[in-house]
Nanobody, 124 residues
């Protein structure tokens, strides 16, 4: 069973920083490719970032240069460091796992395992 547990998040003013974490077993990190999505009220869930097998990050344009995805050395926890936050970053942030390969960001949502989500709120 794939279990993803997010933590972190919270409320911050625009320009501030937050970090969210995703804990899972080492088996999950070895078996799947991992990333982050977010969903704002009334909007569809959208991709934010994913981590490649070499540890590098791939980001959507809206967060490039502001967000950094990483893993701990044990590869059981994934992080999303969010800097220079904007009100439009306000959303529920979800950790996601899916098989590695092409089109990782744009698969049918049923092809991902999801965490329960953690709320990030950015006030202006």
């Amino acid at each position: 069973q794939v279990q993803l547990v997010e933590s972190g998040g919270g409320s911050v003013q625009a320009g501030g920083s937050l970090r969210v974490s995703c804990a899972a077993s080492g088996y999950i990190y070895r078996t799947y490719c991992m990333g982050w999505f977010r969903q704002a009220p009334g909007k569809e869930r959208e991709a934010v970032a994913r981590i490649e097998t070499d540890g590098s990050g791939v980001y959507v344009d809206s967060v490039k240069g502001r967000f950094t995805i990483s893993q701990d050395n044990a590869k059981t926890t994934m992080y999303l460091q969010m800097n220079s936050l904007k009100p439009e970053d306000t959303a529920m942030y979800y950790c996601a796992a899916s098989s590695c390969g092409s089109r990782w960001f744009i698969r049918d949502r049923s092809q991902y395992y999801w965490g329960q989500g953690t709320q990030v709120t950015v006030s202006s």
